[in-house]
């Protein structure tokens, strides 16, 4: 009896041991498997950067799901974007389904959201047209550009991402139609490579336009035009996450491929200025792009971000005074929110006015100067989602371009590390190792969907408005709710205004 008990034990013993070994074995074959085909696949940055680990990112997303409604942010809450609007721009830009269930999780009495006014006889289908085109330097100068997309690639230069970033955001415009910015950093081959229309930004270093002492060069402002696809020439007064600073691109980025880029000597930290230094006021301005937009012949325009606004004012009379042909042909304005690769704090919290504050009076000083239709109006500033672009269509924005929408469309986690060199998913880092997780051809597929999906659902609010498509959205087509819980009327909190008399050209 004694015998048969231990004989029996020690089958259990022998039993348990192998289904251990056979336990351990089988998850060492599944770790090599996993290793394997995470580091070959392409679709997903993070497993090809980290392989097996990456997995567990997307096993606990899908637990806090459930889980996250009773410890961590709601889908509301985070900042800056907020999980319900970063997930709208996944699926949109992964084409998969993004429509929601139940109800809004959105409070649509907080003070400042935005409610649009459906039409009781929506547009159908058979009645609405596609965006209607709009034209850049009409009539001033000698290339203009012509475009329908209203949503578009806002500046970052190479160098603040990276270079399969850049060629993913090229592809993907392309493909969708759009402009891409350069951004400061210059116009590199990764830009030109996908064949979308480009806007060639001039900051303040003038990388890539620059003479050796750091001066405009002409010649090279004129091989950057001859490029067919550069439709565009910006030049960057600030932006709106660092109004009043320049740049700084340490020494050890400075590669050699960025340094001819740029016009700069290789190895050494490249600082731009925090202004222009031929730019000190707002006659220095309109010679900058009229001497800008002669030497290149295509629409030349600047970006910035309002603070002080009595100097458009004093713009908009010097523009009567000294002809048409100084005013710019677009004004991009961006907002106090605004995104970058590295800003102080103290600006990046403080400095600047937001930009649904900035361009309703903007658009408001442009039709009171008579030069609505001259100067078209660009916006960014967190315009993520189909609601905020048709928000700024209805406050009066010709287009709306996107940073960060599009950064996320590329698979960017909101990990916060754009100033470390560490960005997890390869867009804002220099390290090849990360950027291989990033595929520059799998990702222009996602830019390019989720510019076609914003393109769509804006329509859909237009329809829904009762009008044909989203550029006859107005400001009656939008309440934003009050203090109060209440929302009142768009037009009313900025009523339209009109020409004043002395540049109404009707009169
Ligand atoms: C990584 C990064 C780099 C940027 N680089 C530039 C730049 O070179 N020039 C510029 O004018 N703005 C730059 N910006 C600002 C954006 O073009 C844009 O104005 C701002 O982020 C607001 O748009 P968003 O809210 O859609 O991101 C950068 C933003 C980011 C996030
Ligand atoms: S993943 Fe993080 S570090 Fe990379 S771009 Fe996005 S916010 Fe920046």
């Not at 969708?176 to 060639?200: C, K, Q, R, Y």
């Not at 012949?297 to 042909?325: C, D, N, Q, W």
Request: hydrophobic letters at 40%; one cysteine or more; proline letters at 5%.
């Amino acid at each position: 009896m004694t015998e048969t008990l231990q004989s029996l034990a020690l089958s259990i013993i022998e039993l348990a041991t192998f289904i251990f070994v056979f336990i351990f074995l089988a998850a060492i074959v599944w770790l090599i498997w996993a290793y394997i085909s995470d580091i070959r696949q392409k679709k997903q940055a993070i497993r090809r950067n980290f392989p097996v680990i990456g997995r567990f990112r997307y096993f606990f997303e899908h637990l806090g799901e459930f889980f996250r409604q009773y410890f961590f942010a709601m889908d509301r809450e985070e900042l800056p974007f907020n999980r319900a609007d970063r997930s709208w721009v996944y699926r949109s830009a992964k084409n998969v389904d993004n429509t929601v269930a139940f109800g809004s999780t959105r409070n649509i009495s907080a003070a400042g959201e935005i409610l649009f006014l459906n039409c009781p006889f929506p547009t159908l289908e058979a009645d609405a047209v596609p965006p209607s085109a709009i034209t850049f330097g009409e009539g001033q100068a000698r290339q203009p550009y012509t475009t329908s997309s209203f949503f578009n690639i806002s500046g970052m230069s190479y160098g603040a991402i990276s270079k399969p970033a850049v060629q993913a955001l090229s592809q993907g415009a392309a493909k969708a139609g759009i402009w891409m910015n350069t951004g400061e950093g210059g116009l590199s081959p990764f830009h030109l490579e996908g064949g979308a229309d480009i806007v060639f930004q001039i900051g303040t270093a003038k990388y890539g336009v620059r003479d050796d002492q750091g001066q405009l060069s002409e010649s090279r402002l004129r091989s950057v035009a001859a490029h067919e696809a550069v439709k565009m020439f910006e030049i960057k007064l600030s932006q709106g996450a660092k109004p009043g600073k320049g740049g700084i691109l340490p020494a050890a980025k400075v590669t050699q491929e960025i340094a001819d880029i740029r016009g700069i000597p290789v190895g050494h930290a490249s600082i731009s200025p925090n202004g222009h230094p031929e730019i000190k006021s707002v006659d220095d301005l309109l010679n900058m792009v009229h001497r800008v937009r002669e030497i290149t012949g295509k629409p030349t325009g600047f970006k910035f971000v309002l603070g002080a606004y009595g100097f458009l004012e004093t713009m908009l009379k010097s523009i009567h005074e000294r002809g048409l042909e100084f005013a710019p042909d677009f004004i991009t304005i961006d907002s106090a929110d605004g995104g970058t690769g590295a800003a102080p704090q103290s600006l990046i919290d403080y400095v600047g006015l937001p930009i649904k504050e900035s361009l309703p009076l903007v658009v408001d000083k442009l039709i009171e100067y008579g030069l609505r239709d001259r100067i078209k109006v660009i916006c960014s500033g967190k315009l993520i989602t189909p609601a905020s672009v048709a928000w700024a269509l209805c406050t009066g924005a010709d287009a709306i371009v996107s940073a960060r929408g599009f950064m996320f469309s590329l698979g960017c986690i909101q990990a916060l590390q754009c100033n470390k060199n560490t960005c997890p998913t390869g867009i804002t880092t220099h390290d090849p190792d990360l950027q291989n997780g990033l595929d520059p051809t799998n990702k222009a597929e996602r830019v390019a969907q989720y510019a076609q999906k914003m393109v769509h659902e804006v329509g859909v609010i237009a329809h829904s408005c009762g009008v044909r498509e989203p550029r006859e959205l107005r400001r009656y087509h939008a309440h934003i709710v009050g203090d109060n819980s209440f929302s009142t009327s768009l037009e009313l909190l900025f009523p339209t205004r009109s020409v004043k008399p002395e540049y109404d050209k009707r009169k």
